[in-house]
């Protein structure tokens, strides 16, 4: 059976090993990223990205739906043009 990304409905989001969130693909192909309770409630916790610290120093953990194929932080971490497109075909 072959894979078929249009029938996945989330990714788990890992950091050094750690589940950390989840990409959700919502209705009107959007997409929302929200962090797992436990990686909020650790003080301790890696930080995945500075995009996601608070003017006050805390973890923004009110995110938007986005109608990217995957929220900007995460779109930003793979490659572009032709290699993306090379990618995508092998998923």
């Known amino acids: ?4 990304p249009k029938t996945l409905n989330a990714l788990s989001v890992r950091l050094h090993g750690r589940h950390i969130g989840v990409i ?4 009107g192909d959007r997409q929302l990223f929200a ?4 990686y909020i409630d650790d003080p301790k916790r890696p930080i995945l990205s500075l ?3 608070g003017s006050t120093g805390g973890l923004v953990t009110q995110t ?3 109608a990217r194929r995957v929220p900007p932080f ?8 032709h290699l ?3 990618l995508a075909k092998r998923a």
């Open 1 to 4: 059976m072959k894979f078929d």
């Open 24 to 27: 959700t693909r919502l209705a």
């Open 35 to 38: 962090f797992e309770q436990a």
């Open 51 to 53: 995009s996601f610290k």
């Open 64 to 66: 938007r739906p986005t």
């Open 74 to 81: 995460f779109s930003n971490l793979l490659p572009e043009g």
């Open 84 to 86: 993306r497109d090379y």
